[in-house]
């Protein structure tokens, strides 16, 4: 009898050819004495390579049939034939910059997309719009990541850019926004990995019912928007009867545009209305609570620059795995910090301690630190 297991298994050619000789044997073939180079020892690797990949073609048919198993391309089939649900594609991520002209520069007037901007991890941003600086201005811009994909939003503000489109006498800058404590307008994502997409798949049971329920509003929430990543559902919130979801992205807030198209999906009132007629669901961004981390950090002679490249990458990487809710641990910070190349040491200043985010919140780091040289 074949067990799901042996279909989950495919062979490698070695143990195929193993079994083709233990066979052979049986019936008096003279097997141990072909050469390595012989053509009965050839046509029997060739059978064997053959063999195996027919296996590993059963192995994926198999997979196919079950979630837990199935990846990849096949993943994408089963979900849509299944459960009617695509794949999240990659969505770009948008943020502003701020440049600032000296007295002398200027004027200086470019199409869409024609100047760029270059992070300190050698991301690239376009801008999004035709734009005018005057000589000796100021202006914010939108500009749009050059691939879709979540690394994108993993650049903190007031991060050292650089302009890759030569504008002498301009600077850029990327300051954080006031109230968020970010740069980021909308957040990019990847294409949605196959944890999200079983993820999605299972919670669409939840929604089969006449009644809502966490599973669901999560799943109705993640389906509104690709911008939505994170979603934290507080039922009997604020009162009986009432529901609250927080929605943030991959790496902080979500934007007001994804928010809104979760709270279209889920309202009652509209035609897509899924929340039951006799609760009121909010959806709500996670608060952005801005982190501060500041002091005094020391890096080899000659690579002050690299090293605080390196650490800004850390930072932004490490925001990217904070989710609604999470403390922001003093000494995980240190460790990023203090496992970049060419860092020798960091005082921190601030946080002084272990910061608690509220269940609504979620912390938006904002690095400050000073460099000098060891």
């Known amino acids: 009898m074949t067990l799901l297991a042996d279909l989950l298994s495919p062979d490698t050619a070695s143990a195929v050819k193993a079994r083709l000789l233990a066979g052979l044997r049986k019936t008096s ?23 195996a990949d027919a296996t590993l073609r059963t192995t994926k048919i198999a997979q196919l049939g079950f979630l837990s198993y199935s990846s990849g391309a096949w993943l994408t089939l089963l979900a849509r034939e299944v459960y009617d649900l695509d794949r999240i594609p990659a969505k ?7 440049l600032a002209a000296a007295s002398s520069a200027g004027p200086y007037s470019l199409d869409p997309g024609e100047l760029v901007a270059a992070a300190p991890n050698g991301l690239l941003y376009r801008t999004r719009d ?7 201005g ?3 811009l939108a500009v749009v990541g050059e691939s879709p994909g979540a690394a994108w939003n993993l650049v903190l503000a007031g991060a050292p850019f650089t302009l ?15 109230t968020t404590g970010t740069w980021i307008v909308e957040q990019g994502a990847d294409e949605e990995d196959d944890a999200s997409l079983r993820l999605r798949c299972r919670q669409q049971w939840s929604t089969l019912g006449a009644g809502g329920n966490d599973d669901a509003y999560a799943y109705w929430a ?5 911008e939505v990543a994170r979603v934290r559902v507080r039922s009997a919130y604020p009162l009986p009867g009432q529901v609250t979801i927080v929605v943030a992205g991959a790496a902080g807030p979500a934007s007001a545009t994804a928010i809104a198209a979760a709270q279209t999906l889920i309202d009652p009132p509209s035609h897509l209305g899924k929340a039951p007629n006799c609760v009121d669901a909010f959806v709500v961004g996670a608060t952005p609570v801005p982190l501060a981390v500041t002091g005094t950090a020391y890096a080899k002679a000659g690579q002050i620059d690299s090293a605080r490249a390196a650490v800004a990458s850390a930072l932004g990487a490490f925001q990217g795995t904070l989710d609604i809710g999470d403390t922001v641990r003093r000494a995980k910070l240190i460790e990023i910090i203090m496992d970049q190349p060419a860092v020798v040491d960091v005082t921190l200043d601030a946080p002084t301690t272990n910061v608690p985010i509220a269940p609504d919140a979620i912390a938006v780091l904002v690095p400050g630190l000073s460099w000098l040289e060891a």
């Open 29 to 51: 073939f003279p097997v141990d004495s072909w050469s390595a180079f012989s053509v009965p020892r050839a046509l029997l690797e060739v059978f064997a390579a053959a063999l």
């Open 92 to 98: 770009a991520t948008v943020g502003t910059l701020h």
């Open 130 to 136: 035709a734009f005018t600086l005057s000589r000796g």
């Open 138 to 140: 100021a202006i914010d």
């Open 164 to 178: 890759a489109t030569p504008l002498p006498g301009v600077a850029v800058s990327n300051p954080p926004d006031a």
């Open 222 to 226: 993640r389906a509104a928007s690709p």
